[in-house]
């Protein structure tokens, strides 16, 4: 694996704990809020931050497989990478915006990209 795709998969697990700071650590904060499109009262009902704690968690493994699939295991790197950009699909796809996909899997591409070339 080159240099500047384990340098990309760096940054998309820290990008996955970022996002598991913010849904798990950082549940009803404003920023958090306005992260993912939410009202204040939205991050203030219980149900919903049982939710994005939950997620936060799931995020949360998604960094470290990619850090045990990079310093143990590299050919993991590829399936946990297709798989984000798969979820992201989904994601955007249900949501029905484009720009939540790229939101989502804008680094993974580029780190795909990187393996590939």
Partial sequence: MNIVAQ???VLVALEFFYIF??????T?????????SFSNDDVAN????????N?????????????????????????ILIYIVLVALYGGYSAGKVSLFFKQAGLSLLTLIALLF
């Fill in 7 to 9: 340098i990309l998969t």
């Fill in 21 to 26: 700071y913010r849904q798990t650590i950082q």
């Fill in 28 to 36: 009803t904060s404003k920023q958090t809020a306005e992260l993912f």
């Fill in 46 to 53: 219980p149900k919903v931050q049982l939710l994005l704690k």
């Fill in 55 to 79: 997620q936060g968690i799931y995020n949360a493994l998604i960094g470290v497989g990619l850090f045990v699939a990079l310093f143990i295991e590299q050919s993991w790197v590829l399936p």
